[in-house]
């Protein structure tokens, strides 16, 4: 589903932020991205976009990820971002969230039932005709997840989806992330919500792939979490904090 092959990527010209980056992540697969700071997550999910280009091939689908393909790939993908104020354009949440699938054909009763389905899904229905600029950081941003899965992509990328979420919208998330069969790539420092998400994990550090594996090997494993500035899941912390 998604290939990068051998990808490097700098904002400077002078160092790499993302240097020979190389993995595939297959149809249906759940995939969590993790690593420090400034270690190139969200740099990575603007290439496969399209928002950035660096040098190497990426790959949505077998098409290549370049300007005359970007309709198709972006069809292909649905993108939640770090900052939902950028997500959620329209006056209200049910503009914002029939806006994808009127653009991609669906009528306007088509659109509604939709619309309804996802927000029923996600106990948003509350939210339907509110003011994006009237309502929470994390009431927005299940709206801007909402809105993204009423367009049904066939991947998801998710940048930070559980920040500042309250713990059940987080549980509600989590559940919803489980529910889909979608692809998901999803870049956290959320190492519990990416455990309870997640069969893969890449860690990377500097724009390098540190570790790329099975999700409950590499999130137990604390030397490599430590070495990498993240810690131990908490639910895998024990009372003690994990010291
Ligand atoms: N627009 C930009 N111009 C120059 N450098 C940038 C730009 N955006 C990001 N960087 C740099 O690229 C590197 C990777 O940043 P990126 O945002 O991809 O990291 P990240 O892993 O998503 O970090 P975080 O966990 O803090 O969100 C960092 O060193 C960052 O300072």
Same mark, same amino acid.
């Given at each position: 589903?998604?290939?990068?092959?051998?990808?490097?990527?700098? !904002?400077?010209?002078?160092? !790499?932020v993302?240097e020979?980056? /190389?993995?595939?992540?297959?149809?249906?697969?759940?995939?969590?991205?993790? #690593?420090?700071?400034?270690?190139?997550? /969200?740099?990575?999910?603007?290439?496969?976009?399209?928002?950035?280009?660096? =040098? #190497?091939?990426i790959?949505? +689908?077998?098409?290549p990820v $370049?300007?005359k393909?970007?309709p =198709?790939?972006? @069809?292909?993908?649905?993108?939640?971002? =770090?900052d939902?104020?950028?997500?959620?354009?329209? *006056?209200?949440?049910?503009?914002?969230?029939?806006? #994808? *699938? @009127?653009? !991609?054909?669906?009528?306007?009763? $088509? %659109?509604?039932?939709?619309?309804?389905?996802?927000?029923?899904?996600?106990?948003?229905l +509350?939210?339907?005709? @509110? !003011?994006?600029?009237?309502?929470?950081? #994390?009431?927005? @941003?299940?709206a801007?997840?909402?809105?993204?899965?009423?367009?049904?992509?066939?991947?998801?990328?998710?940048?930070? *989806?559980?920040?500042?979420?309250?713990p059940?919208?987080r549980?509600t998330?989590?559940?919803?992330?489980?529910?889909l069969a =979608?692809?998901?790539?999803? %870049?956290?420092?959320?190492?519990?919500?990416?455990?309870?998400?997640?069969?893969?994990?890449?860690?990377?550090a500097?724009g390098?792939?540190?570790?790329?594996?099975?999700?409950?090997?590499?999130?137990q494993?604390? %030397?490599?979490?430590?070495?990498?500035?993240?810690?131990?899941?908490?639910?895998?912390?024990?009372?003690?904090?994990?010291?």
């Amino acid at each position: 589903m998604i290939k990068f092959d051998h990808v490097f990527f700098s !904002y400077d010209r002078e160092h !790499y932020v993302v240097e020979d980056l /190389s993995f595939s992540i297959g149809k249906g697969e759940s995939v969590g991205l993790i #690593g420090a700071n400034g270690a190139g997550k /969200s740099t990575i999910m603007k290439l496969l976009l399209g928002l950035l280009s660096g =040098q #190497g091939e990426i790959l949505v +689908e077998g098409i290549p990820v $370049e300007k005359k393909n970007l309709p =198709q790939i972006r @069809r292909k993908l649905g993108f939640v971002l =770090q900052d939902s104020d950028n997500q959620m354009f329209m *006056p209200t949440v049910y503009e914002d969230m029939i806006f #994808g *699938p @009127r653009n !991609y054909g669906l009528s306007k009763e $088509e %659109a509604d039932k939709k619309v309804d389905e996802v927000l029923g899904r996600l106990g948003l229905l +509350e939210l339907k005709h @509110r !003011y994006n600029h009237k309502i929470s950081g #994390g009431e927005k @941003r299940m709206a801007a997840i909402a809105t993204i899965l009423a367009m049904e992509p066939d991947a998801i990328l998710m940048d930070e *989806p559980s920040t500042a979420l309250d713990p059940v919208n987080r549980r509600t998330v989590i559940n919803t992330i489980n529910s889909l069969a =979608q692809t998901k790539l999803i %870049a956290s420092h959320d190492l519990d919500m990416i455990l309870d998400t997640c069969q893969r994990v890449i860690l990377l550090a500097h724009g390098k792939i540190v570790a790329d594996g099975d999700a409950k090997t590499i999130l137990q494993d604390r %030397a490599l979490l430590e070495a990498n500035r993240m810690e131990l899941p908490f639910c895998l912390q024990g009372w003690h904090g994990g010291k």
